[in-house]
């Protein structure tokens, strides 16, 4: 399998360049993650994250022949060939893929994605109607690997003001939660210009990803909570 | 000096964003188109509503603007503004639907945007055909 890899490394080079590898692959190369933990034993300063290696931690978000998605659940098979490994879109790069998401999460950190619930603790469980916990479905498995808000292009121009659609989709979690009582609070701290209605509904977000969800519907969720609230 | 090794990695840090080697979605080729358009007719309408009135300014006026419309420029001009108001238009009842909740999931929001691309580009065909 040949590749295309970006490389950068600030302690020595000047800028990026691509990097072309060519491997052989083993039968047991089945995700791209796999082939390439197989390039870094023969160059072991290929830097990636990674952990799970399972589509469960988030950490090896990369931009794969275009198309933002987790190295490890992509099926080496069907990959058009040189794979072009570049790292995410629009987030500073601190070494080869590897890229600097302070930015990511603070944004995130900003929609409070905890639950804020000043009644007295009941002692045990605060419970919720199967109908009420099934609101969560496509919201709570955000893994926060950041594939959508960096292939998002309202995020890459306003990275700052933009909460991006991984922070929205969280923000849409909590919003929907029959336990959270802070659902004024947090519509009216999105109500804003920039913060959620810099959405242009453009669903790159939705496009890529890796576990399914729907980023631009959550979105559209929150928009739709603000308008039927009382004022 | 080591400390500011750091400091001025940390300032180069590159960022990826090259454009042609994102992917983009149809629907982000909608959007950018939708861009597009919109700039060309905050650009066009007045001068539209120029030529416009200078058409109706009796049977001259009429002449002056049929003649200043002659040319080869002057035609694509209309191609590319009948496209802009076509696309602006129907890219923007796209989005209207979505907000009422209509075709805002995934595989109807791809159709929509293909329908509009390409009846943007089959309403400049129509203008080109009769333009010429």
């Known amino acids: 399998m040949r590749l295309s890899i970006f490389r950068f490394d600030p302690d020595r080079d000047e800028r990026p360049y691509m990097q072309d590898f060519e491997i052989e692959l083993a039968p047991t190369d089945r995700m791209l993650l796999d082939v390439i933990l197989r390039i870094r034993t023969l160059d072991d300063s290929l830097a990636v994250r990674k952990s799970c290696r399972e589509g469960v931690c988030g950490s090896d978000a990369m931009n794969i022949n275009g198309r933002n998605g987790l190295a490890c659940v992509t099926p080496v098979a069907g990959l058009a060939e040189p794979v072009v ?17 302070t930015r990511f999460f603070a944004q995130y950190d900003s929609i409070k994605p905890y639950l804020q619930n000043d009644e007295p603790p009941t ?8 109908r009420d916990r099934a609101r969560l479905d496509g919201l709570y498995e955000c893994i926060l690997c950041a594939c959508c808000t960096s292939q998002c292009p309202s995020y890459w121009w306003n990275p700052e003001k933009f909460v991006g659609p991984a922070g929205l989709l969280q923000a849409c979690r909590f919003i929907v939660d029959s336990r959270d009582r802070a ?3 947090r519509l009216d701290d999105l109500d804003d210009a920039y913060r959620l209605f810099r959405c242009r509904t453009i669903m790159n977000c939705t496009e890529v990803c890796p576990k399914g969800l729907a980023p631009s519907r959550a979105i559209e969720a929150i928009r739709s909570a603000m308008t039927r609230r009382p004022r | ?33 939708h861009r597009v358009a919109g700039v060309l007719l905050a650009i066009g309408i007045p001068l539209g509503v120029y030529a416009l009135d200078l058409s109706l300014q ?24 009948a ?3 076509a696309h602006h238009l129907l ?13 805002s999931r995934l595989p109807e929001a791809r159709r929509s945007a293909w329908m509009v ?15 010429w």
């Not at chain 2, 009796?58 to 002056?64: I, M, N, V």
Request: net charge positive; hydrophobic share 55%.
């Open chain 1, 85 to 101: 490994l570049r790292p995410l879109p629009g987030f500073p790069v601190i070494r080869d893929l590897v890229v600097d998401m």
């Open chain 1, 123 to 130: 002692g045990k469980e605060r419970l919720q109607s199967p």
């Open chain 1, 183 to 185: 659902t004024a609070q």
């Open chain 2, 1 to 33: 000096m080591p400390g500011n090794t750091v400091s001025s990695s940390r300032d180069r840090r590159p960022v990826f964003l090259n454009l042609a080697q994102i992917a983009l979605p149809v629907g982000a080729l909608a959007s950018i188109a």
């Open chain 2, 58 to 81: 009796g049977p001259q006026g009429f002449a002056r603007m049929a003649a200043a419309l002659e040319g080869l420029p002057s035609r694509a001009a209309v191609v590319v503004m």
């Open chain 2, 83 to 85: 496209w802009a108001l």
């Open chain 2, 91 to 103: 890219a923007g009842v796209r989005h209207l639907l979505m907000d009422i909740d209509v075709g």
């Open chain 2, 117 to 131: 691309n390409a009846a943007g580009l089959a309403v400049a065909l129509l203008a080109a055909v009769t333009a």
